[in-house]
């Protein structure tokens, strides 16, 4: 895997790894189209789908008084 988001470019890689920890510690690759960080994506991702569930049981329980 690439060390540079550069060369990682270059080469047509979608990821790379720096060696170094994100803003938030993980020391996972990153996607070279958006310099995130895979466990941070991950992190968001698991938020998300948590929120529309949590809005989802929210409606049911609206439409079911």
């Given at each position: ?55 989802r049981q929210l409606k049911e329980k609206a439409?079911?008084?």
């Open positions: 895997m690439k060390k540079t988001r550069r060369d990682a470019i270059m080469s047509g890689d979608r990821q790379y790894n720096t060696g170094r920890a994100c803003k938030h510690g993980h020391l996972s690759p990153r996607y070279t189209i958006n310099n995130v960080c895979l466990q941070c994506q991950a992190v968001r991702e698991k938020v998300k789908r948590e929120h529309i569930t949590a809005i439409r079911a008084k």
